[in-house]
């Protein structure tokens, strides 16, 4: 029995160390999408800035980016369904990387702060 509570024990504090690493993981990776988010912006005001014209890069770039198809949005037959789909990924990755990652940055903070 003793050894039964001790192992409990040591088991739940390394699962609390170890989510805590991996909660405050997100804040990183949060950030990285920011810091991501900036570097395409940059990027684009630089186009503009030199060849006078401003580059879109869509959501649907970072999808085609990380080989992910987007191939089943014309499998879809609702067209008003279809249309928010290719509405939500024509929008700027940019505005998508900063809320998302803000979005990881919080849920991150909400459960980590829920361990103590």
Same mark, same amino acid.
Request: charged fraction near 10%.
């Given at each position: 029995m003793m050894f039964t509570n001790s192992f409990n024990s040591a088991i739940s504090k390394l699962c609390s160390k170890s989510s805590f690493?991996?909660?405050k993981s997100f804040y990183f990776i949060g950030l990285f999408f920011a810091i991501s988010a900036?570097?395409?912006?940059g990027e684009?005001?630089?186009?503009?800035?030199?060849?006078?014209? =401003?580059?879109q890069h869509p959501?649907?770039? #970072? *999808? %085609?980016?990380?080989?992910?198809?987007?191939?089943?949005?014309?499998q879809i037959e609702w067209q008003g369904i279809k249309k928010i789909?290719? =509405?939500?990924?024509?929008?700027?990755?940019? #505005? *998508? %990387?900063?809320?998302?990652?803000?979005?990881?940055?919080?849920?991150?903070s909400i459960f980590n702060g829920s361990d103590d």
């Open positions: 690493y991996l909660f900036v570097f395409i912006f684009q005001c630089y186009g503009w800035l030199k060849e006078g014209h =401003w580059t959501i649907r770039i #970072l *999808f %085609l980016e990380a080989d992910i198809s987007l191939s089943w949005m014309a789909l290719y =509405w939500f990924f024509d929008q700027s990755s940019v #505005l *998508f %990387l900063v809320i998302l990652g803000i979005f990881i940055a919080i849920l991150g």
